[in-house]
């Protein structure tokens, strides 16, 4: 049984709760953040911390924590749980939504924890999907909001097709995203993946490869990709913060994945010397 931290209390998970009136439950109206931890040391903190402030400002959402003693409660919350290694998630509301209340608005602050499920050793298979058929937000500079419907529906349609991820192509037919992960292509040593400008998420995993890609001296272009181009790719691979790297596959096309597997590798050495 896992221990999180609520509104600052630790609780067991079977006695976690969310008041109804917060207005994370009511509207979506908060962040998240989702951090991986091994051998208890989370993983590109300060990327995912700095990620966050920038989107409180962008949503005028204001706390009373900085990132130092978030650090201290999401490093609480690893060594209560006793837990060496997993995922921790950190998720910040506007809190209560009654204008009567004396807590009226202000910020409540969640953390939960679990450990690593289980990852594939093989390539996945993905699936592309329109993403106009999906609510799915889209906001320049993008927020990892809690307004995740349109991502968790087209998951399940992915899933029902035999998936494990779907990526999004838009109205143009220009690539974006996963529902909840990043997409790489390699072409003749050329890395390319979606560029911000779409509204699309940069992951803090999907940061640290392309880090990893240029001290390899890849050439590195984020650029807008035609769904039509997809089978000319020689390599694809998606990225999150509890996955690291996958690589993947779609119907009628099949790689090596010869640089793919050279990224990975460099990606988990960093991973463990984090």
């Given at each position: 049984?896992?221990?999180?931290?609520?509104?600052?209390?630790?609780?067991?998970?079977?006695?976690?709760?969310?008041?109804?009136?917060?207005?994370?439950?009511?509207?979506?109206?908060?962040?998240?953040?989702?951090?991986?931890?091994?051998?208890?040391?989370?993983?590109?903190?300060?990327?995912?911390?700095?990620?966050?402030?920038?989107?409180?400002?962008?949503?005028?959402?204001?706390?009373?924590?900085?990132?130092?003693?978030?650090?201290?409660?999401?490093?609480?919350?690893?060594?209560?749980?006793?837990?060496?290694?997993?995922?921790?998630?950190?998720?910040?509301?506007?809190?209560?939504?009654?204008?009567?209340?004396?807590?009226?608005?202000?910020?409540?602050?969640?953390?939960?924890?679990?450990?690593?499920?289980?990852?594939?050793?093989?390539?996945?298979?993905?699936?592309?999907?329109?993403?106009?058929?999906?609510?799915?937000?889209?906001?320049?500079?993008?927020?990892?909001?809690?307004?995740y419907i349109g991502n968790m529906i087209s998951k399940r349609d992915c899933e029902r097709q035999g998936g494990?991820?779907?990526?999004?192509?838009?109205?143009?037919?220009?690539?974006?995203?996963?529902?909840?992960?990043?997409?790489?292509?390699?072409?003749?040593?050329?890395?390319?993946?979606?560029?911000?400008?779409?509204?699309?998420?940069?992951?803090?995993?999907?940061?640290?490869?392309?880090?990893?890609?240029?001290?390899?001296?890849?050439?590195?272009?984020?650029?807008?990709?035609?769904?039509?181009?997809?089978?000319?790719?020689?390599?694809?691979?998606?990225?999150?913060?509890?996955?690291?790297?996958?690589?993947?596959?779609?119907?009628?096309?099949?790689?090596?994945?010869?640089?793919?597997?050279?990224?990975?590798?460099?990606?988990?050495?960093?991973?463990?010397?984090?």
């Open positions: 049984m896992m221990q999180y931290y609520i509104k600052g209390e630790f609780k067991s998970s079977l006695e976690a709760n969310i008041p109804f009136n917060d207005a994370g439950f009511l509207y979506g109206d908060g962040l998240f953040e989702t951090m991986r931890f091994d051998d208890k040391i989370i993983f590109s903190y300060n990327n995912h911390i700095n990620r966050l402030f920038k989107s409180l400002q962008i949503i005028d959402l204001k706390i009373n924590k900085d990132e130092f003693q978030i650090l201290n409660l999401l490093n609480k919350v690893i060594h209560i749980n006793n837990l060496k290694s997993g995922i921790i998630r950190l998720m910040i509301t506007r809190g209560n939504t009654d204008k009567e209340a004396s807590d009226y608005h202000v910020p409540c602050l969640y953390i939960s924890i679990k450990p690593f499920y289980s990852i594939p050793n093989t390539p996945v298979r993905v699936i592309y999907l329109n993403e106009t058929k999906y609510p799915i937000i889209r906001f320049t500079p993008a927020i990892k909001s809690m307004n494990f991820e779907p990526i999004f192509y838009n109205k143009e037919r220009i690539i974006t995203e996963c529902a909840i992960r990043n997409i790489f292509y390699i072409k003749d040593k050329l890395l390319l993946t979606p560029s911000l400008d779409l509204g699309i998420l940069s992951g803090v995993m999907r940061d640290t490869v392309l880090d990893i890609a240029r001290k390899l001296n890849f050439k590195i272009v984020e650029t807008h990709i035609s769904y039509d181009d997809i089978n000319s790719m020689d390599e694809a691979f998606i990225t999150s913060t509890g996955i690291g790297l996958l690589l993947c596959y779609w119907e009628d096309w099949e790689s090596k994945y010869i640089y793919t597997k050279i990224i990975k590798k460099e990606l988990f050495k960093r991973i463990k010397n984090n």
